[in-house]
């Protein structure tokens, strides 16, 4: 990699925003001078479109981001998915019975409409942020998976590990789509087969012209490990899951440390 990345891709939670969820005015005012001196920032993250307001709101400017693990390359300057690669309903219907079979107490969501919308079983714990957007109750189980998903959710009683939950899921759908987990509660991530974070960079930086060796990456969880792996330079944060640091080239100062900020004014020197 060139002294200075042509491209800057960073994870939110756990990585960009401290643990109150807040974006430091020394980090948004980082991003803002890289982007002005020509070097583009890209979210990348597991937060599904309808869940970037809340980051664009404490930012000069908002970015373009990669959502849904990959999934849905988003541009904010014209509130438009550039690209989805969502599980399709046949897909849906034998990842929910594998899964069903597998864990009988399983609870299932999922990611529609880009990522605009959320479709949750009646057991399904509502995130707070989902109170404010049109989320939705199913009336059965069919209509789960009636319709493409960007991302299907999985919870289970008896599994509040996610790192034994994710092997457990893993096995049961014996490589017909993607599996992670980006919290320490036990909620597995599973996405289309081929579906990650470095896949959904990928396309986005081919668009611009950019090769993974010149692509710059900050992550924390085992969501971000295609993307560490993948980027010409992958930096884990210093409250980083083992998974994530194992794989990355540097680490940096935690979250609430403003990893990213002082790794970027340093290599910057701004």
């Known amino acids: 990699m060139p002294d200075l990345p042509r491209l800057v891709a960073t994870d939110i939670d756990g990585t960009l925003i401290r643990s109150d969820r807040t974006l430091s005015r020394r980090t948004a005012d980082v991003l803002d001078k890289i982007t002005a001196g020509g070097t583009p920032v890209v979210i990348v993250t597991g937060r599904p479109v309808r869940w970037l307001a809340q980051l664009y709101d404490q930012m000069h400017e908002p970015l373009p981001a990669v959502c849904a693990n990959g999934a849905v390359v988003y541009d904010p300057d014209t509130d438009s998915v550039l690209r989805a690669a969502p599980l399709d309903s046949e ?122 060796a010149e692509v710059l990456a900050f992550g924390d969880m085992p969501n971000d490990v295609p993307m560490l792996s993948w980027a010409g330079r992958g930096v884990a944060m210093g409250n980083a899951h083992p998974a994530a640091r194992a794989v990355a080239d540097e680490v940096t100062a935690t979250n609430d440390e403003d990893g990213v900020a002082a790794y970027l004014e340093r290599l910057f020197g701004v």
């Open 91 to 212: 897909l849906l219907v034998d990842v929910a019975r594998r899964l069903r079979d597998a864990v009988p107490d399983v609870v299932l969501a999922v990611e529609v409409e880009d990522g605009r919308g959320f479709a949750h079983e009646s057991a399904w714990p509502l995130h707070p942020d989902d109170e404010r957007h049109g989320v939705r109750a199913i009336s059965s189980p069919e209509e789960l998976t009636s319709v493409p998903a960007v991302k299907l959710l999985a919870r289970a009683a008896q599994h509040d590990d996610p790192d034994a939950f994710v092997e457990v899921v893993s096995a049961s759908l014996g490589g017909i789509a993607e599996t992670t987990h980006s919290s320490f509660s036990g909620l597995v991530e599973i996405s289309a087969a081929g579906v990650t974070k470095a896949a959904g960079l990928a396309w986005l930086c081919e668009r611009e012209g950019i090769d993974a």
